[in-house]
């Protein structure tokens, strides 16, 4: 990852035996370089955070491909890790000093949850906003996790897919280390407030134990940042007010407390080991490729099959609805110009409440209100969440969509998109979560 603030990154020395004199600048001739001295075979040359190098059959190649290899003419050498520039300079010992620094440029993030809906298009985003990123998603490819998602970019070469498990220490030590990974953005949680009711031990599990052995793999690693996707939610409700990021966490749900372990995990991290650690806490998110169970994706699809919206209570709980590309650009300032150690609340300060949101979805659809259905609210639903944003404004960021733009977008996305969700709305894993969780609420 490039950090706005710094031009360069450290400069890796790599000691090369040569026959014969000193040169500048030239390609290195094959002969000037003993191979035998690089402890033939295939066993490690060098290795450290950023690339382990090999020596294979004469050649000098990096673990993961790039687009930029370079090649040194008349010379079995590839540097296909990561771009370098390379200086020859300082011939002593008989030996020759490569200079090679990472270009500045490069950055190689590992995005966690990068198969579910904010992460799936964080990841579209950051290929977009940065041309010389390479991004390893890592996914275990839960209910939530969708490949669909990120269809788009098979055979992008700067985007590789893991199916794996963040909880799972040997596979991130195995991906930190063949991808010189400089760079951990973690989105992989699970994140249903609804479920977390039905079975809270595989929140802790992957909320709070998998921050912890991404956080292990950033101090072993010595990542240039450490992200944590984190959410509203930790606040608890706000009757009144703007929730800051000093204020203290008052979770209501085993999901927001997951989330909230996750975060002071991040923190202790910061203070203990020094991994540069942020936090971003952001509001609701609506856009493509979210969940059908979530409920605007949930109400859009179901006005469209004209079948109930089923909301909870009185429907007046308040929400701030950004659109999620707003609160992807929010997370790229954030990684590039926030302060290690800080939290940063993403959200627009705009409020509406779900019957609102309801009635526009329908609005949009051109179907009628009739299709509301009240049902028995959710214990311990918060009734209002609200960010004060201040602190990431001074960043620069800002959301750039109205809720009334977003929820249009969304809505039109769903409609386009019908491919994306009905395979989903009709699988069996679906169906049966629907029925456990609106079956007898819808009858009564
Ligand atoms: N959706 C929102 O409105 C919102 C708002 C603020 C913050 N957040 C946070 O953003 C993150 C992403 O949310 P989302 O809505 O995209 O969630 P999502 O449920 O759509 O996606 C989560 C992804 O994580 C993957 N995953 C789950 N457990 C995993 C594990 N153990 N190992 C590897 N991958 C695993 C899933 O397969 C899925 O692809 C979460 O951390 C959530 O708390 C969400």
């Not at 290899?69 to 771009?83: A, E, H, I, N, R």
């Not at 990684?335 to 949101?357: A, C, F, K, V, W």
């Not at 009334?404 to 994306?420: C, G, L, M, P, S």
Request: charged share 20%; aromatic share 12%.
């Amino acid at each position: 990852m490039k950090p706005q603030s710094r031009c360069s990154r450290t400069v890796f020395l790599v000691r090369f035996l040569v026959l014969s004199g000193g040169f500048a600048g030239a390609p290195l001739p094959a002969q000037n370089i003993f191979t035998d001295d690089f402890s033939a075979g295939a066993s490690p040359l060098w290795s450290n955070t950023r690339g382990n190098w090999v020596v294979a059959n004469g050649s000098y190649t990096a673990q993961q491909p790039s687009n930029n290899p370079l090649t040194f003419s008349g010379l079995p050498f590839q540097l296909k890790d990561f771009v370098l520039s390379v200086d020859i300079n300082d011939v002593a010992d008989g030996g020759i000093w490569l200079r090679c620094t990472p270009d500045a440029q490069n950055g190689v993030l590992l995005v966690t949850g990068g198969a579910g809906f904010i992460g799936s298009n964080f990841v579209r985003y950051l290929l977009e906003a940065h041309p010389d990123y390479r991004v390893i998603v890592l996914d275990k490819l839960t209910y939530a996790g969708n490949l669909d998602n990120l269809k788009d970019l098979v055979g992008n070469p700067r985007y590789t897919f893991r199916q794996g498990d963040i909880c799972d220490i040997a596979l991130v030590d195995e991906i930190m280390r063949a991808h010189a990974i400089d760079t951990i953005v973690n989105f992989a949680a699970e994140s249903h407030v609804d479920r977390s009711l039905m079975e809270p031990g595989a929140f802790i599990q992957t909320d709070v134990y998998g921050t912890y052995v991404l956080l292990e793999a950033a101090k072993k690693y010595g990542v240039e940042r450490y992200h944590q996707v984190s959410t509203d939610e930790v606040y608890g409700e706000v009757l009144e007010g703007r929730s800051q990021e000093t204020d203290r966490l008052h979770t209501r749900s085993p999901y927001s407390a997951s989330k909230a372990g996750a975060d002071l995990m991040c923190l202790a991290y910061y203070t203990s080991f020094n991994v540069p650690v942020t936090i971003t806490r952001g509001s609701n998110n609506i856009g493509p490729y979210q969940y059908p169970e979530k409920v605007v994706p949930l109400f859009i699809t179901n006005a469209i099959d004209d079948l109930p919206l089923p909301l909870y209570g009185d429907g007046s709980q308040m929400r701030d609805y950004q659109y999620v590309l707003d609160h992807c650009a929010g997370i790229d300032v954030v990684l590039h110009r926030g302060q290690p150690g800080e939290i940063y609340n993403l959200g627009t300060g705009e409020e509406t409440s779900n019957l609102t949101m309801a009635r526009l979805i329908l609005k949009l659809l051109g179907k009628p209100e009739s299709l509301i259905q009240r049902v028995t609210d959710r214990p311990g639903h918060d009734r209002r969440y609200a960010l004060d944003c201040s602190k990431v404004q001074q960043l620069g960021w800002r959301s750039q969509h109205t809720f009334d733009q977003a929820i249009e977008k969304t809505v039109r996305w769903y409609v386009d998109n019908e491919w994306w969700w009905r395979k989903i709305k009709t699988g069996a894993h679906y169906r049966e979560y629907y029925a456990r969780q609106y079956g007898d609420r819808l009858q009564s």
